[in-house]
């Protein structure tokens, strides 16, 4: 038995090796559209250039097999030779792969005119996608695009083109071969009900297909047909839909020259048909009955729907109205001569012209687009290019005078004093090219710029990294800033070196109190009301102008200078250098030691002194210091000595394993009255930091001060320590009931230390206030937590948000090549946030925010990490929106020159307001807001 399961066994042997020397080795390649392909041919013969010939097949196309390459050489005769190359390795190249691609390769190698060796066969799959309607932008690139509209549908159809010896079904089955469409993340669009997802197929080929309505947010979209192969990613092709903004300015502009067109001859028509008519005209001309227009056929539907409802509903035919409405925008005609000359009544020219003007704006508003950024960049100035290259758009309020009111407070709104006049005003939009973007509503004259760009919409359609140029009289910087927009003043015009205009003294009118000729002056281009003047009351004298001499001329151009320059001639005492390197040491923490550095001491004796200049050692300028401190100690006390008031501030921090305690002192200069501030100490804590500790130490500095019965606060951050250090020694007199019970601590306390208060005898320490920004920064991280941990609302998405983030962190901090692929990529690294450093949490959040998603889906999964979904980077985006007025009022409150106490309740009131209007745009972070 044994025996004949041996034999089988050589039997199978043979069996395999025979075969495989008759069929040869068999390869897969997968390839998209477009892209370039490489055929290997596992040759191991030296010169094998000479000696390999590739051959492709492909029943569909061809009655037979086609030699692209012939021992060497390519067969000119073929439509792709010029797209064909051979390596070294007699590998096949195939440049620009079309779907016409797909079929058998074969590698065959010959010596001496004999063949040596198995055949390679390569099959070569190609995945193309293509787009219905089409498009004359469409090409067949693994990066296609498609220049249409929105709101039409398209069909994208993806199609695996293979080898035609086996049935997609058998594929799908047999090889796991599976075609998805996706998002720019990486989801499945089957998910998605918006996207209608069809597989099928023909005889050999696999077909996907993706029908949708193309909706205004889906420009610049990106969408991806996968391909992958026993669940392994193999090629995908990408498709990009680009509105044309081209064509809709071509249509607009054809239909308004052919609507124009027919108002033309219309209005000739009807001057021909009123001279023929003479005398014989009937008054009722409301009611006449007129031949009707022939208009194109595209318009023909449209008037006559117009003319049976507008004629009844003003009594006057259609066209009548539109020429009404023309007339008034083109020429600005009164109502009254407008009714006079279509012999209607005011009223009814007044009616006409309110519907017609709201048609056409509903109508015709769709016409005036806001640009994608790509299209604002491609379609630049030059010169907008070179000077300013990051402008999305001009802004300027422009006003229209209005007729005076009858109503007192409709004539309040809308005067300007700016016209001194009744106007309405709008704000205008424009693109570096010139097209028009954006207008708002209108508003009264009194409305400020900055109330228009705030109230208009037009800040919607900005997004963060846009640059708006604006002139200096719209203060909106601070509008701008809260989006992440930046903000251009408009240049001004370049104006003569004869600008100022001078008014001869001898035409001026003189005031009877006055007997001097004074002259006048004001700039050519300037809106001075002085200029105003002149041109109103004094439109007849001739002014001169006034020139500018050569010497004004040298004293202007020459500019200040920037930096002072070094001066080493310049002697100094030794006291003066002395308390410079002090100074410099001290103030930027520097080791004693750098006084003993050779460069130092190189550059020290660069400074030329009176007596020679004498270098301190280590040793010595540690006396120094000694000495300078107990001086400037003895001028603190003294100055305290004629203070009547004075405030604290105490801090612990711990450092290398070691802790600290700091206090500092803030007082009002008498005369001055300025604030001023000094640091009273800082000094090493050791052991625990309780209560006792912390009120001895600090009854300590005050009295080394003489502020004990001076201070009249100090304060800290919220630790229960220092709460209750002041709770238990403030002395009875501001002691009350009313204190807050929430914050104590339930303590046990050695009943001996209790009846032992020989070490506490003394001790009384000022009223406790508490920091608002360690308050506010508690806010910001600790209660926000909690806050959304405890809402089931926003718990899941705030947990697996940050979860993401974190790995994201800790993997880009730890990791070197993990740090470099993100600088690569985004160009910036990640921050990482520490519980000790305020605003780190959400700085780091914000920098993640920055990354566009389809980058953080690369760096995730070359990361190996989970990637961060849509709804999750919606959330951190509202939550860095909502967090970011927190940290600016942070940053104002812990601000060392500018804040003062009438700060706080300022900037509180502003976050509010701030905080109140974020809430109306939330979708997904509403649980973050109470």
Known sequence: MADKCDLCLLGLVILSSLLTGISGVKDHVFISSGENVHLSCNNALSDCKSKTTWIYYNRFRHSGTVALIELGIKNKDTERHERLSLESDCSLNIKNVTEEDYGLYTCRKYVNGQKQGPDVDVYLHVLHVSVSPKSSSSSSSSSSQT??????????????????????????????????????????????????????????????????????????????????????????????????????????????????????????????????????????????????????????????????????????????????????????????????????????????????IDTMEEHTRVYIPWLPRETIRSTMPQCFKENFPNTTCIIDCSETTLQKAHNLDSRGESYSHYYSNNTLKYLVAIAPCGLIMFISPTYGGRCSDKFITQESGFLDYLQPGDEVMADRGFTIRDLLFER???????????????????????????????????????????????????????????????????????????????????????????????????????????????????????????????????????????????????????????????????????????????SFLGMTAHWINTATPKRQKAALAYKRIKGRHTYDVIAAEIDHIHSLYGLSMKATATVTDNGSNFVKAFQMYLPESLSGDDDDEEDEEVTFTNVADVLDTSTEEGIVLPPNLRCASHTLNLISCSDVD?????????????????????????????????????????????????????????????????????????????????????????????????????????DVLQGEENCYYGTLLPTIEVLMSKLLEIKEGLTIATGLMP
């Open 147 to 356: 220049e249409i509209s929105p709101g039409r549908s398209v069909t994208l159809s993806c199609q695996l083109y293979s080898d035609p010896g086996f049935s997609c079904d058998y594929r799908v089955r047999s090889e796991g071969v599976e075609l998805l469409w996706v998002n720019q993340a990486g989801v499945d669009l089957k998910t998605d009900s918006r996207y209608q997802i069809l597989s099928s197929s023909d005889q050999y080929h696999c077909i996907i297909t993706l029908t949708t309505t193309l909706l205004n947010e889906d420009n610049n979209r990106e969408w991806r047909c996968r391909l992958t192969h026993r669940n392994q990613l193999q090629t995908s092709v990408r498709y990009t839909v680009k509105y044309s903004v081209t064509v809709i300015v071509i249509v607009v502009a054809a239909s308004f020259a052919l609507l124009l067109l027919a108002l033309i001859l219309w209005v000739i028509r009807k001057k021909r048909a009123d001279d023929e008519q003479g005398d014989s005209t009937t008054d009722d001309h409301e009611t006449a009955q007129m031949e009707p227009l022939q208009l194109p056929h595209q318009y023909s539907d449209a008037c006559t729907q117009w003319e049976q409802f507008y004629t009844l509903k003003f009594k006057m035919h259609v066209m009548d109205q539109i020429l009404i409405t023309m007339m008034k925008l083109k020429l600005n005609l009164l109502q009254g001569d407008l009714a006079e000359r279509f012999d209607v009544s005011q009223s009814a020219v007044s009616r006409i012209l309110s519907y017609w």
């Open 484 to 658: 992440e927009v930046g903000d251009t003043v408009a240049p001004r015009r370049p104006t003569s070196p004869l600008t100022p205009w001078q008014c001869p003294s001898e035409e001026l009118p003189h005031s009877p109190e006055t007997t001097d000729n004074r002259v006048l002056s004001t700039a050519i281009n300037s809106n001075s009301n002085l200029s105003k003047h002149l041109q109103k009351l004094h439109a007849s004298t001739k002014l001169e102008a006034n020139p500018v001499s050569v010497d004004t001329l040298e004293v202007s151009q020459a500019p200040p200078a920037k930096q002072q320059r070094l001066d080493f001639n310049r002697t100094v005492s030794q006291g003066q250098i002395n308390k410079a390197i002090a100074r410099y040491v001290v103030e930027n923490m520097q080791p004693v030691s750098t006084v003993e550095s050779p460069a130092f001491r190189q550059l020290v004796s660069m400074i030329t002194c009176s007596g020679g200049t004498q270098q301190m050692g280590r040793k010595t300028f540690s006396n120094y210091l000694d000495k300078e401190y107990s001086k400037m100690e003895s001028e603190l006390k003294t100055t305290f000595e004629g203070l009547d008031y004075i405030a604290t501030t105490a801090d612990i921090w711990s450092v290398h394993n070691k």
């Open 786 to 890: 909690k806050w959304l941990l405890s809402n089931p609302g926003t718990k899941g998405i705030y947990r697996s948000a940050t979860a993401k983030c974190t790995a994201l962190w800790s993997k880009a901090s730890r990791s070197t090549l993990a740090s470099e692929l993100v600088g690569d990529l985004v160009g910036k690294k990640l921050l990482v946030p520490f519980s000790t450093r305020w605003n780190s949490f959400y700085d780091a959040v914000a920098r993640i925010v920055e990354i566009p998603m389809t980058d953080l889906s690369t760096i995730s999964n070359r990361l190996e990490l989970k990637c961060i979904g849509e709804r999750e980077f919606q959330f951190l985006r509202e939550y860095c929106a909502i967090m970011k007025p927190l940290t600016v009022a942070l």
